[in-house]
């Protein structure tokens, strides 16, 4: 009998999904199984296998609707703000503020520096949504700075970015209790009109 092709878009793929991001995020990709996704999920594997293929791609479905859920967040409440942003470094500042309250709401870090830990350097499918993940992020404050008008965006969008995932870092780890607050100290240096 011929293996029917992946369809995670069903209930039971939608419930598998949302179980499986719960318990990725909460004990990493290593430490969980197919068995407990399934259990949890109340399916059984064979409906797992039959909505995602194979693990390794329930792993890129829980990356890619993380991604779309921060990005879906990130842009709402950027927008929530107001036109009244300073463009550029106003818009800069209020994207590590939302960032930090994403962070505060989610304490074990950053779900793509996670998986990175766990399946980076591998052939994982997953490797792919957590480049897209981060380059997003680069592209919106380069972005940011490009649409005010900085002569220099990239390399400032660049160096923004890294205070961003340091921060994250930073906060997650408690290493820096008030890492987004420094993060925005720095930045604000960093885009200060020259003297």
């Known amino acids: 009998m011929p293996r029917r092709s992946p369809n995670p878009h069903t209930p039971a793929g939608e419930k598998i999904l949302a179980t499986a991001g719960e318990l990725f995020y ?8 197919v068995d407990l996704i399934a259990e949890e999920a109340g399916v059984t594997k064979k409906t797992l296998y039959d909505r995602f293929g194979s693990k390794d791609a329930l792993v890129a479905a829980y990356l890619t609707r993380r991604h779309e859920r921060w990005a879906a967040w990130f842009t709402e409440r950027l927008a929530a703000r107001g036109t009244g942003l300073e463009p550029g470094a106003g818009q ?3 994207a590590l503020e939302i960032a930090e309250e994403w962070a505060e709401a989610n304490m074990r870090g ?10 980076g350097g591998t052939g994982h499918p997953g490797n792919a949504v957590i480049l897209a993940d981060k380059q997003y992020m680069l592209g919106t404050f380069t972005g940011m700075l490009r649409d005010a008008g900085h002569p220099d965006a990239e390399r400032l969008g660049a160096q923004v970015h890294l205070l961003y995932e340091g921060a994250l870092v930073a906060h997650t780890t408690r290493a820096q209790p008030d890492a987004f607050a420094t993060a925005r100290a720095a930045a604000r240096a960093l885009l200060a009109p020259a003297a």
Not at 26 to 33: A, F, L, Q, T
Not at 110 to 119: D, L, Q, R, S, T
């Open 110 to 119: 950053c779900a793509f520096v996670n998986a990175h830990g766990e399946i």
């Open 26 to 33: 909460e004990r990493g990709i290593r430490g969980v199984g």
């Open 92 to 94: 800069v500042l209020a």
